[in-house]
């Protein structure tokens, strides 16, 4: 099993920055692909991005793609999420979330292992 600590949210302006890592423990980040998630009050649960176990592919949701960007380091067992031009529309709750499948999944279905999300606001 894998346990999942999600940190780097915050308030930050329209047109800031933001760098959402998510820390591993009880296994190596290498053998899961990784999704992140978002979440905004009274929404559904939203993909924005998630990353293939070995082959590195990625994948964007339309609302981010060109200004988020997903990476993972297998030495510090830690993905990330670097968010640039943020708006206030991308606040919300950002989880990530584990599946031991070779291939991730940004609509979220086949995830057996969530963080408990951090709180991203962006607003002036």
């Known amino acids: 099993q894998v346990q999942l600590v999600e940190s780097g949210g915050g308030l930050v302006q329209p047109g800031g920055s933001l760098r959402l890592s998510c820390a591993a423990s009880?296994?190596?980040?290498?053998?899961?692909?990784i999704g992140w998630f978002r979440q905004a009050p009274g929404k559904e649960r939203e993909g924005v991005s998630c990353?293939?176990?070995?082959?590195?592919?990625?994948y964007y949701a339309d609302s981010v793609k060109g200004r988020f960007t997903i990476s993972r380091d297998n030495a510090k067992n830690t993905v990330y999420l670097q968010m640039n031009s943020l708006k206030p529309e991308d606040t919300a709750v950002y989880y990530c979330?584990?599946?031991?499948?070779?291939?991730?999944?940004?609509?979220?279905?086949?995830?057996?292992?969530w963080g408990q999300g951090t709180q991203v606001t962006v607003s002036s």
């Open positions: 990353i293939n176990r070995s082959d590195g592919t990625r």
């Open positions: 979330a584990a599946t031991d499948n070779y291939y991730c999944d940004i609509y979220g279905y086949d995830y057996g292992y």
């Open positions: 009880g296994n190596s980040l290498r053998y899961y692909a």
